[in-house]
């Protein structure tokens, strides 16, 4: 949980100065529960056409395996209602590229992985500070799989759902 912590809390740090406007950094903590915690921030633009950066982080350990992995998404939003951008209904789309090693029974190997999603959300804004968001799409992923020790780990290749929980706050 430390690591985690830690990885949030740099991406945030060398994420926010990048840009002068304001933005919206926010967390699924669906994904935190799962052990993978990620954090997208997303600037905010008058058009209302918002690039969005992100990272995840990933690290699971049982039965003598061990897997890390890292990911970074980048994308943009688009509000499809007039004079709303950061809350409202909108439709994004993202690419991510992400890498895990594993160890097990004394070997390690790693993996690249690659996806392109498309999606549609809806977000609130309260008090024009807190943010909240659900949002759901389709996902291309591409990776090369792990296989370590003669044993595969299972990984997916191919077209699926994904949906996010966003909490967030506007600075």
Partial sequence: MKKSLFFLALFA????????????????????IFGVPNVNVEFIRPNGLNPVVGGNLYIYSSSGWSVFG????AGMRKYLEEGKTGHGLYVGGYGGLGMLSAKYAGASTSSLTFSVSGGVGYKV?????YVIGLEGGLSVFLNSGITVGGVTLGMYSGVGPYGALELGIKI
């Fill in 13 to 32: 740090m060398l994420t926010v100065p990048a840009y002068s406007g304001s933005k919206i950094i926010a967390v699924n903590p669906v994904g935190i």
């Fill in 70 to 73: 890292l990911g970074v998404n």
């Fill in 125 to 129: 804004m309260f008090n024009d500070k």
